[in-house]
């Protein structure tokens, strides 16, 4: 597609349940990355990945959080046993390996309740 | 802690007049610095950004001027447009992520 796409654009799960957030990131973009952003907040860093494999998980704020992206493509963040203070935009980036070809999506607007 | 710091939450500014957006760090070690635009809904949008190496980077009514000794750096709008009023983050470029300020929020009226 012509840009990043996020999908659900909001989501509303009850405190203990599991969600994922889906990302598609631009067609030929190796690199794909996570961030959240927390309500007053600029954008943290959650994860990065390079092709398949997660270069770089230290953003990750725990174990409840997991991100795959199995084909070098479409990547999913997961969330287990979500918690209210995981509340806040989650956002996906892909970039073409240059710092300023990074192109961020809409964001998924996650809320538990 | 914060590595990336945006002081004023927000601006506002008339229309045709000029807007500067402030932004400190700490880290001495970031070598190249970017500047996001956010509308409301949307993902933040790449507006210019410069390397360390470099004290100025224009582009069009964008300039972004470092000062590397002081550890600041600076956005000028000029002029100023309404369509200009967004959410502008700051952001350090650190191996494999950006760092983000916390943003100010520019609002441009006629």
């Known amino acids: 597609g012509a840009g ?4 659900p ?12 957030l889906r990302c598609d990131p631009i067609s030929g973009h190796t690199a794909l990355y996570w961030y959240r952003q927390s309500l007053g907040q600029g954008p943290e860093f959650l994860i990065y990945f390079q092709g398949t494999g997660a270069a770089d998980d230290s953003g990750l704020p725990n174990d409840r959080f997991f991100a795959v992206r199995p084909e ?3 990547s999913t963040l997961k ?17 073409s390996l240059t710092v300023m070809g990074y192109t961020f ?3 998924t607007r996650l809320t538990v309740v | 802690d914060q590595q ?8 506002s500014v008339q229309e045709g007049r ?6 400190d760090y700490t880290n001495s070690m970031f070598d190249y610095f970017l500047w996001y635009k956010k509308y409301p809904a949307e993902g933040p949008t790449f507006l210019i950004s410069i390397s360390s190496i470099k004290d100025k980077n224009e582009d069009g009514r964008f300039t972004v001027f470092l000062n590397k000794s002081a ?5 000028h709008i000029v002029p100023s447009q309404p369509g200009d009023s967004a959410v502008y983050f700051c952001a350090a470029y650190n191996t494999d992520k950006l760092i983000f300020g916390t943003g100010t929020r520019l609002q441009v009226f006629p």
């Open chain 1, 4 to 7: 990043v796409s996020q999908t």
């Open chain 1, 9 to 20: 654009s909001n989501k509303v799960t009850e405190k203990g349940k599991y969600v994922e």
């Open chain 1, 72 to 74: 070098g493509s479409v």
């Open chain 1, 79 to 95: 969330i287990q046993r979500t918690e209210r203070g995981d509340s806040a935009v989650y956002l996906c980036a892909s970039s």
């Open chain 1, 105 to 107: 999506g809409s964001g």
């Open chain 2, 4 to 11: 990336v710091k945006q002081n004023s939450p927000s601006l």
């Open chain 2, 18 to 23: 000029i807007s500067i957006l402030n932004c």
């Open chain 2, 71 to 75: 550890k600041h750096l600076s956005l």
